[in-house]
């Protein structure tokens, strides 16, 4: 009996002395990372997770690590992590932080592709941006989505929006995602356009969107202006909008436009030639698709800017100089 005793004995210290190293290791495993705010935490190819473990526990953010390397044994899935960049933050645990690495969720970035601003100037966005690589192939994938376009050109046919991604992204991939985009965005429009519009196709009413982009500095005028263009194409008037002409002078342009712009001939001076130009002259966004596709129905020919953003709008010449005189001559 008594050798019944004290086994009893025996195993009631040992369940407590389990219970106590389990109840030691998993507040390990559930204790806060030691941080004060978020950080961004890098797993590279070849890491281990005991060597993650082991790095944390050197850098103070892990106060021990036995506890979840033990946990790596129980459940081995946790081991399986996955190259990337990763957020960490106060509120997360050992155990949260194992499982973020083994998911592979990944931290996001983004960059937000601006309507109103053409290739040039994207490219250069993407080129600044610190988590986006440009890959050695980068000109050659983008030739072959070029090759396919009107006019071989990738002008306009990029949809302005915040795009995210993983760090260190291939930017053709961005370029790719955000020509997807508007050609879905487009060919949707091109199906629910209004009737009797002068274009002969999706693509010269991009061209079309691009230079409502260019002109509108209220948002609700993208349809009114739309319909002045579509006016003056139907009855065989030049555009003549300073935009184009901008566009077409390229690196020549200083920031202002000279009555010698207004008459030097380029593929873009819609002072010079009749119809569209070439190619958009920038990266429209939904609203000016929409306007291009859908304008409002006036007897509108010409605007002429208030100084606000907003514009005069007139059915007559000679209702357009007083508005000319009143708005931008006194200046």
Known sequence: MKIVKWLAVLVIIFSCALVAVVMHFDKQINQPLNLKETRVFQVKNGDSAKGILNRLKTQGVLEDNLGLKIRLKLVPELANIKAGTYELWPSMNGLDLLQLISTGK?????????????????????????????????????????????????????????????????????????????????????????????????????????????????????????????????????LQTDPTVIYGMGDNFDGDIRRKDLKTPTPYNTYVIKGLPPTPIAMPSKLAIDAAFNPMVTDDLYFVSKGDGSHKFSTTLQEHNLAVRQYQLKK
């Open 106 to 238: 990944e931290m996001q970035f983004s960059i937000s592709l601006i309507e109103g601003l053409n290739w040039k100037e994207w490219l250069l966005a993407l080129q600044a941006h610190p988590q986006i690589k440009f890959n050695d192939d980068f000109k050659q994938q983008l030739d072959i989505i070029t090759s396919q376009l009107p006019e071989q050109s990738i002008e306009g046919y990029l949809l302005p929006d915040t795009y995210y991604f993983v760090s260190q992204t291939a930017a053709i991939d961005i370029v790719k995602r955000a020509h997807l985009s508007m050609m879905q965005y487009l060919d949707n429009a091109w199906q629910n356009r209004a009737l009797d519009l002068p274009y002969a196709s999706a693509y010269e009413g991009l061209i079309m969107a691009s230079i409502i982009e260019k002109e509108t500095g209220v948002a609700q005028e993208r349809p009114r202006i739309s319909g002045v263009f579509v006016n003056r194409l139907n009855l065989n008037m030049r």
